[in-house]
């Protein structure tokens, strides 16, 4: 069972496992890590491996908040050296949950394989579905 | 000009505000709305239609989290009831920017467009990239 971590600018990655908790309960082998202004890829870089090794992670699967920002460029850097270490950016609370429920599931590379599947549907105008929902009425 | 109103269980929508600020300074007519354990949707609704009196605003943009959860439905009456409020769900930190970066170039339907357009783009897996990388360092 691969372990997650969700990382973004700021307090993003405790505020997502905070919400996450909210809808799914307690988590377990769910960390986030924040990252702070003045701090830099490195900082957290260092803080992402001291949170793998504390934890004895096995296989790691990060969300990230922003492709090329600094917590995608940190988780990067480990994805490199490590092939156990699985990256997704663009992390939503959809994602996040999907992560989560699949675990007992799927594999650390078919979880990703599946979140970038579903990872357009997850994004959803309110509008389209209004209208959607109009057009089956009228069927 | 559209508003922007953030919104996702628990302090989500206040952490994805600081997070843009972050990356993009200082904002205006940015807002973020909370959703606390024991609140429901009308108690989210009546802050949603609050905050929007108090501020004078006319488009409003509202990012929430999740599809179908209290901050999309709350978010969801209000546009039943007014054209000039757009839903997207799914918000992510590229989406948050992205509504932000474009404000002056697109009306409030144009950046729902859009946004839905670049969606599923601001999802990526590290491997995908690092396979493209070299791919390209092969030709």
Redesign the interface.
Known sequence: MYSIIVC?????G???K??VE??FGKTNEFYSLSFY?GENTYDLLNKMELLIQNNHMEDVLILV???A?SP?NA??IL??KNQNV??????????C?EALANRESKSLSEI?EY??GI??E?????????QVDEEDDLE
């Open positions: 973004g600018h700021g307090v993003l405790e505020a997502m905070d919400s909210m809808i202004p908040d922003l492709f920002g995608y988780a990067a994805g490199m699985e990256i997704v950016a663009g992390m939503n609370l959809a994602l949950l990703v979140l970038k990872g357009p997850t994004i959803k105008s309110f509008r389209d579905i209004t």
